[in-house]
């Protein structure tokens, strides 16, 4: 029963529009509290009872954190949100009828305002200079694309050969929930990728392509930032674009946009100082 659910609840992910990400770590967190609820009770979880939720809550808070595992607010709230979309899931699926996760039961976690860009130009440029200099174009277009687009990595990757425009120097993004917008490409961008398609040799419709797939993979992408650097990663040269975009007089509302920030408080963090700025500020009192 359990494998049939979580095919169907995938699928209903899918319907509402969420990323391959976001699926992957629903349906990871609800397999989980099935294996917790199978460990504790002897029996496999039919529905979505409010007790055994605000139990495993309770779990997660102080039974891992005794076996060496303490998970911090944010990580909780995260199973609980996929528990809380599952049940939402039941519902459509008239398997139950109640609601049994309210807001009440997710943790308030302390907003951190500092901003999260802890890169210089200087590095970010250093970065770029030995991804080109050992020949990796496809990397160095990817990375310019990241540092100078502001794109989150599973969007860069699903960028198709027909979305952009290098006489317009525009681009189509589809962004979180299917939502779509347009980031305009500077000259670094557009030339780092002219010069990745003279090498590129494929039929697929995507941009960044590999030899096994149409399509390059998040994790294969992730390895090769570790070869040349213990620091940067993709999240990171996003943070850095929208840290330099305000720097160069972009607006709020501009960079919101250029980001896809849903809500204008997320690119208000990157006008705040950086969390060495704050320490150093700190040592001043």
């Not at 970065?127 to 160095?140: N, P, S, T």
């Not at 780092?192 to 998040?218: M, P, T």
Request: aromatic content about 10%.
């Amino acid at each position: 029963m359990e494998l049939r659910i979580m095919n169907q609840f995938m699928n209903y992910l899918k319907d509402e529009a969420k990323s391959e990400n976001t699926i992957k770590s629903y349906v990871a967190n609800v397999n989980e509290y099935f294996a917790w609820f199978k460990e504790s009770y002897g029996t496999s979880c039919k529905k979505l009872f409010r007790e055994n939720i605000l139990d495993y809550k309770s779990y997660l808070l102080n039974v891992k954190k005794h076996k060496g595992k303490n998970l911090n607010g944010k990580t909780v709230n995260n199973k609980l949100s996929s528990l809380h979309s599952f049940n939402k899931f039941l519902i459509n699926e008239k398997i139950q009828e109640e609601d049994v996760i309210s807001k009440s039961d997710f943790i308030k976690v302390q907003i951190d305002y500092a901003n999260p860009c802890d890169v210089t130009k200087k590095d970010v440029e250093h970065f770029r200079q030995k991804i080109l200099e050992a020949g990796d174009k496809r990397l160095y277009a990817l990375v310019t694309l990241l540092t100078y687009g502001g794109l989150r990595i599973t969007e860069a990757l699903n960028v198709r050969l027909s979305d952009y425009s290098f006489e317009s120097k525009e681009l189509v993004v589809i962004g979180k929930g299917g939502k779509q917008r347009i980031v305009y490409l500077n000259s670094k961008i557009v030339n780092a990728i002219k010069e990745y398609l003279k090498v590129r040799v494929h039929d697929s419709e995507y941009l960044f392509v590999s030899r096994e797939s149409d399509k390059v993979d998040r994790s294969v992408i992730n390895k090769h930032f570790k070869k040349y650097s213990n620091r940067i990663t993709p999240h990171l040269l996003r943070h850095y674009y929208c840290t330099t975009a305000l720097e160069s007089g972009y607006s709020i509302h501009e960079v919101a946009n250029q980001a896809g920030h849903r809500d204008l408080k997320t690119s208000l963090i990157y006008t705040n100082p950086s969390r060495e700025e704050m320490k150093r500020k700190a040592e001043l009192l």
